[in-house]
């Protein structure tokens, strides 16, 4: 995936012929608009043929139209407004059914995620999350549930996990102050991205604690930053981003954890069963 889709384009503009030109002049003025376009809809849309849109995105390093379309919606979703993504979804969907549309498209998003994750990061980040002294989990705003599903349940398998709660940035800082080299922090976001994300990864990497980030893509602020990238697709259903992706990697994460610790986590949970059976956590039929 390229890093600058903007700037690559820009780049190789002198070099592309008349066609060609028109199909980066057009990306480059109407991303929003051909983020979700087929190369034949593109190229109906340039007066061009199907097969040029192709070269076009050969031309650029992508391996065929649909990696370089998937590019340009990465750049899309950092950029646009709620009513922005709004106004695109409805002129994706039509007058489609959105159960069907909405979970056939999630489907997809954790299939194409399953094939697309580095398995040697996803490997590294379970060896980090186990050896670790201090897990401290942060995500904001959408990604905030993602980050208490992933606290909750981490809890539950190890005692030294933390929360950081989303408040105002100072406290974002007092919450990690004392973070270090043998701590990790797990960061999760999605477009549109959090400052505040970013400039607690630059602390945790300034204070050499392992960063494990979940995010989107390889373009994401998060990336930089981390030791361990994971990434997950998660393409708007509308004014919201679809979360289904990230989640299934928590979830896997979680699997691969409790693997790893073995006995330990069976022992853990036959204490919590009988201290939630004597103390009545759960209702009993």
Do not use: C
């Not at 480059?28 to 040029?52: N, Q």
């Amino acid at each position: 995936m390229k890093k600058d889709l903007a700037a690559l384009i820009a780049s190789v503009m002198p070099e592309l012929s008349k066609g060609k030109k028109k199909i980066a002049q057009t990306i480059l003025s109407d991303y929003d608009k051909v983020a979700y376009m087929t190369a034949a809809k593109l190229s109906e849309m340039v007066g061009v043929s199907e097969s040029t849109v192709v070269r076009f995105a050969i031309d650029l390093g992508f391996d065929g139209y649909p990696e370089f379309q998937h590019a340009v919606q990465e750049l899309v979703r950092a950029k646009l407004t709620p009513n922005q993504r709004i106004k695109i979804a409805e002129e994706r969907l039509g007058g489609a059914n959105p159960i069907e549309n909405v979970m056939m498209s999630d489907a997809e998003k954790i299939k194409y995620t399953m094939h697309s994750i580095d398995r040697a990061a996803f490997s590294a980040a379970v060896d980090a999350i186990v050896s670790a002294d201090n897990v401290y989990i942060f995500g904001v705003r959408s990604s905030a549930f993602l980050a208490g599903f992933f606290n909750f349940n981490l809890g539950m398998i190890q005692d030294n996990v933390r929360l950081v709660q989303p408040t105002s940035s100072s406290e974002v800082f007092e919450q990690i102050l004392g973070i270090g080299p043998r701590d990790v922090l797990i960061a999760i976001s999605f477009p549109r991205y959090s400052g505040k994300i970013v400039n607690a990864l630059k602390y945790a990497r300034s204070r050499e604690a392992t960063v494990i980030a979940l995010t989107d893509s390889v373009q994401s602020p998060l990336a930089e930053h981390a030791n361990h990238l994971l990434t997950a697709q998660s393409d708007m259903a509308s004014f919201v981003d679809s979360l289904v992706a990230p989640l299934s990697i928590i979830d896997a994460l979680l699997v691969a954890v409790t693997q790893r610790r073995g006995e330990e986590v069976r022992e853990r949970f036959d204490l919590l069963e009988r201290v939630w059976d004597e103390y009545d956590v759960y209702a009993k039929n």
